[in-house]
């Protein structure tokens, strides 16, 4: 079984200030991880995953990530917002014929 | 030339109806998906196809029947509609070997149920 929290629902964040969307996972298997942004009336688009090797992932739009195995964490990271950055994102666990997805995070960015 | 596309974009119906969403894919994937997404954005897999065999059939009700024609084509058929079904449903595709290939979304069809 594999589970995926967000706990945030909602982070508000003043243009050009860092932010940080925090993910937690459980699986009892290996795990693939990935960060999808959601822009109002669409769908969802790959940031960045994981897969192995560094921790430390970056995606697009100048987001990075970083695995931590120890503490089956996946935060996202990014050290200065855009206002064009508001929108809803998802972290998600692979397994082997599943992904599961936490309930989103809603990036508000305040101009 | 858009990779996942579903249609109809929008879809407003009558409580008891039956209605048809459309997805296509033209990634090459072998594997496609529907996803649901509440009023509270929670996203579920309803169902996943593999080279048009079904796959995942995560506890929905039979009123909701996938249909896979060939694996670039994922239909979904919904009997009966009720107010419950009101949601935004995705329509997914990746490539099913080697986990760690993300996955594709269209835009999404808004159903309403009146």
């Known amino acids: 079984a594999q589970s995926v929290t967000q706990l945030d629902s909602q982070v508000p964040v003043f243009e050009e200030a860092p932010v940080e969307l925090r993910c937690n996972y459980s699986?009892?298997?290996?795990?693939?991880l990935f960060w999808y942004v959601q822009y109002p009336n669409q769908g969802l688009q790959l940031l960045l995953k994981y897969l192995s090797g560094s921790t430390l992932v970056k995606g697009i739009n100048g987001f990075e990530a970083e695995f931590n195995k120890s503490q089956t964490s996946f935060h996202l990271r990014k050290p200065s917002v855009h206002i064009s950055d508001t929108a809803e994102y998802f972290c998600?666990?692979?397994?082997?014929?599943?992904?599961?997805f936490g309930t989103g995070t809603k990036l508000q960015v305040i101009p | 030339d858009t990779a996942v596309s579903q249609t109809p974009k929008y879809l407003v119906t009558q409580m008891g109806n039956d209605k048809s969403i459309k997805c296509e894919q033209n990634l090459g994937h072998d594997t496609m998906y529907w996803y649901k997404q509440d009023s509270k954005k929670f996203l579920k897999i309803m169902f996943s196809y593999n080279n048009k065999e079904l796959i995942i059939n995560e506890t929905v009700p039979n009123r909701f029947s996938p249909k896979s024609p060939d694996k670039a084509h994922l239909n979904l058929h919904i009997n009966s509609l009720e107010l419950g079904d009101s949601a935004v449903y995705f329509c997914a595709s990746s490539q099913f070997t080697g986990v760690g290939q993300p996955q594709h979304f269209g835009d999404g069809t808004r159903l309403s149920i009146l």
């Open positions: 699986s009892s298997v290996s795990v693939y």
């Open positions: 998600a666990v692979r397994g082997y014929q599943k992904v599961t």
